[in-house]
């Protein structure tokens, strides 16, 4: 820790803006505008800045850990109140603390109840890996039969299998069924079946409907969403790559995609599998064929706040009902978040889950219980909550801020990680930003009531992260994003 460590972070997070600002084109002295008054400084470009050689690493809290450098509260809220200016309907609750101290240095409305959208996906992670655990995994089994030539296809809360062979480096197929068929083909004895093999699904670990009521149905019908199960493949999804529409019963998709793995695992041994899967449960003493595991919560927290998976963040509410001993519905989900948060101590007061990926418009969450989770996953005390720190989408480069601040939030690229979310009168931003010295600020801002398009709003919170940035990058930087914001641009 220390020197050290405070000299590879800068480094990283350096080499990650350097990624960002060769591709759009952007330097120092363009990212952030000078006050005119006063001679221009001279702007190099320091060796940490060039072509980068790794990708920044998050940055953690530590004991040893420089506070957050010391700004005039009174220009960082009115940089912070001009930025989030915007032409339209709606209104922005906020809050911005210091990371290292938990203090609070702008305010606005933090504490209201809000539609969150998106960003109820890192109340979700949080949840899932503090009662889960980074390591865990799920696993999807081959179970023998109860009727003679039958083997069964058992669900383990696994939604992201591939339909081809396991890829142990990924998250998306981490599990592949054609890997599956030819370990459970191995132990099918061919003198036990004297007709067709016939293959089973038993699905049956989730209870309760698959689609939530609290979801408008047009969401759904818009495909936003699709039918929750113990096993999907690709997320739920049609397209191996985990885009397109959802299938119309992902689970009975996963287990014809295992079938016909099977059929061509054992065909060389003249053995036939039935063409049609129908569902049936399996006996708790069943003996286990084969089987093969999922992506760790971790890996798939990351997944899901990077992408902003609807269908990974629901049945990864379903696995944390299980895990909490209540049954794996829509409800026993949005149960098990809330205890979890309260274990962690997040401020409850008005918090409403109805569902775990934020699609729903029931959902009530405050800036201030954003911001609370975001620290509780950055200050480092928790390890399993450590695990969501990579998948924070980084300003400019990845994930759904792959194409966001530019222009005049281009101050914020590479140095804020942020969750977003957006439905049509919602958007929303939460995460923090980080200076190339290991200053962070935590930050929520959350506006409800747009109307129209919502670019005007999602512009306004990019730009009030990049103040932070700023404000966060030290003295030089500060005089100029956030002189500009604090006097009208």
Do not use: C
Not at 53 to 74: F, G, M
Not at 173 to 182: N, S, V
Not at 390 to 408: C, I, K, Y
């Amino acid at each position: 820790m220390g020197r050290g460590w405070r000299a590879l972070t800068s480094l990283l997070l350096a080499a990650a803006f350097a990624v960002l600002a060769v591709p759009l084109g952007l330097n120092l002295a363009r990212a952030v505008e000078w006050p005119q008054a006063g001679p221009q400084p001279v702007i190099s470009t320091p060796s940490a800045q060039q072509e980068p050689r790794a990708l920044s690493a998050a940055p953690l809290l530590a004991p040893d850990r420089p506070a957050a450098p010391a700004v005039d509260a009174k220009a960082l809220d009115k940089a912070l109140d001009g930025a989030l200016e915007y032409d339209g309907e709606g209104d922005v609750t906020a809050i911005v603390t210091e990371a290292s101290t938990g203090k609070v240095v702008y305010d606005r409305g933090g504490s209201e109840p809000r539609i969150p959208a998106s960003n109820m996906k890192l109340l979700t992670a949080a949840a899932a890996l503090s009662t889960m655990g980074a390591d865990t995994r799920f696993s999807t089994e081959v179970v023998r039969g109860s009727s003679p030539g039958a083997v069964v296809l058992r669900g383990g809360g696994d939604a992201l299998l591939g339909a081809g062979e396991s890829r142990p480096g990924e998250v998306r197929g981490r599990a592949g069924l054609k890997t599956l068929a030819a370990a459970a083909a191995k132990q099918i004895d061919m003198g036990e079946y004297s007709g067709d093999l016939s293959v089973q699904l038993d699905d049956s670990l989730f209870a309760g409907p698959a689609i939530s009521p609290a979801w408008a149905p047009e969401d759904v019908q818009a495909g936003e969403i699709g039918p929750v199960h113990a096993l999907a493949l690709n997320g739920g999804r049609e397209r191996a790559d985990g885009t397109g529409a959802y299938a119309a019963d992902p689970a009975l998709a996963a287990a014809a995609a295992f079938r016909d793995a099977l059929a061509d695992a054992v065909a060389d041994r003249g053995i036939e599998v039935a063409p049609d899967v129908v569902r049936g449960r399996a006996t708790e003493q069943a003996p286990v064929l084969a089987a093969v595991e999922s992506a760790t919560v971790a890996a798939q927290a990351n997944y899901l706040l990077l992408h902003s998976d609807n269908y990974v963040a629901e049945v990864m509410a379903r696995n944390l009902a299980l895990a909490s001993g209540k049954p794996g519905s829509f409800g026993g989900g949005t149960e098990a978040i809330k205890e979890a948060l309260g274990q962690l101590e997040i401020p409850m007061d008005g918090l409403l889950i109805t569902d775990a990926s934020g699609l729903s418009l029931g959902d009530r969450v405050s800036a201030a219980q954003i911001a609370a989770v975001v620290r509780e996953i950055t200050n480092g005390e928790n390890p399993d909550l450590r695990a969501a720190l990579d998948g924070l989408p980084v300003a400019g480069l990845n994930g759904t801020l792959s194409q966001r601040f530019t222009g005049e939030a281009a101050a914020g690229a590479g140095l804020v990680r942020a969750k977003t979310g957006t439905l049509n009168a919602v958007t929303s931003l939460g995460g923090y930003a980080v200076s190339p010295e290991g200053h962070m600020f935590v930050f929520a801002f959350v506006a409800n009531g747009l109307q129209g398009p919502a670019e005007p709003a999602r512009e306004a919170l990019d730009r009030a992260a990049a103040v932070l940035a700023a404000a966060a990058a030290g003295k030089d930087a500060r005089r100029g994003m956030v002189h500009r914001w604090a006097n009208g641009r």
